[in-house]
């Protein structure tokens, strides 16, 4: 079995060589990477995720899937031209940085 963990489960990067010794010590080796945490979606910080991404690397942590895909984002409704256009910036950086899931569970736009 894949254990991985959300990165949202932790604030901030301060005690991030624990966070990342403990999931290890583990067998934690997965992380569901949290974009609009550590960029904002217009323009992405490709270099900035890719060195995030370095740093689980060092810890044998891969980056299987990213999640909160539409938090600090301009879709208000789902199937909108900003939500498209928005998917296709998010599918873009996805294939750039190797993360091959992309979880979609937005409170904020669920219907009721």
Same mark, same amino acid.
């Given at each position: #079995?894949?254990? =991985?963990?959300? %990165?949202?489960?932790?604030? =901030?990067?301060?005690?991030?060589?624990?966070?990342?010794? @403990?999931?290890?010590?583990?067998?934690?080796? $997965?992380? %569901?990477?949290?974009?609009?945490?550590?960029?904002?979606? !217009?323009? !992405?910080?490709?270099?900035?995720?890719?060195?995030?991404?370095? /740093?689980?690397? +060092?810890?044998? #942590?891969? !980056?299987? @899937?990213?999640? @909160?895909?539409?938090?600090?984002?301009? !879709?208000?409704?789902?199937?909108?031209?900003?939500?498209?256009?928005? #998917? %296709?910036?998010?599918?873009?950086? $996805?294939?750039? /940085? =190797?993360? +091959? +899931?992309?979880?979609?569970?937005?409170? +904020?736009?669920?219907?009721?």
């Amino acid at each position: #079995m894949k254990l =991985g963990i959300s %990165e949202l489960a932790w604030q =901030g990067i301060d005690d991030i060589d624990k966070i990342l010794n @403990s999931l290890n010590a583990n067998n934690i080796d $997965c992380i %569901e990477l949290v974009v609009p945490k550590h960029t904002q979606w !217009v323009p !992405v910080n490709i270099v900035k995720l890719q060195t995030i991404q370095n /740093m689980f690397n +060092k810890y044998n #942590m891969k !980056v299987l @899937s990213t999640q @909160s895909v539409l938090f600090n984002s301009d !879709v208000k409704i789902i199937a909108d031209v900003t939500f498209i256009t928005h #998917m %296709e910036r998010l599918i873009d950086t $996805c294939i750039t /940085m =190797g993360i +091959k +899931k992309i979880v979609l569970g937005s409170p +904020k736009h669920r219907i009721n």
